[in-house]
């Protein structure tokens, strides 16, 4: 697991956004955030500090557009989690 950054700052004044501000701008449920993240699919950019994870939206929400498409095109999370991975050409996170 790789080290976050702590962001000390309020961080309504940076890019980051909480784990469910995110979930509301990509139209999904906290939880479901949440599982993605225990299955690697996605992960915090920094943490507050704390221990809270903040994400970037411009980065985070083109992953879960793409999560949700791949899903919707019936591939599992763990083949999914591969495809991440070869387009990525690292971690799935």
Request: proline share 6%; aromatic share 6%; no cysteine.
């Amino acid at each position: 697991m790789r080290a976050l950054p702590v962001v000390d700052a309020d961080p309504r004044e940076r890019k980051f956004v909480k784990l469910g501000r995110l979930a509301q701008l990509a139209g999904v449920l906290p939880s479901t955030i949440r599982h993605y993240m225990r299955l690697g699919l996605i992960g915090a950019d920094a943490q507050t500090p704390g221990g809270y994870g903040l994400f970037d939206p411009e980065r985070a929400l083109p992953r879960l557009r793409r999560i949700q498409d791949l899903q919707s095109q019936r591939f599992r999370l763990d083949e999914i989690a591969s495809i991440l991975v070869g387009e990525n050409g690292v971690g799935a996170a």
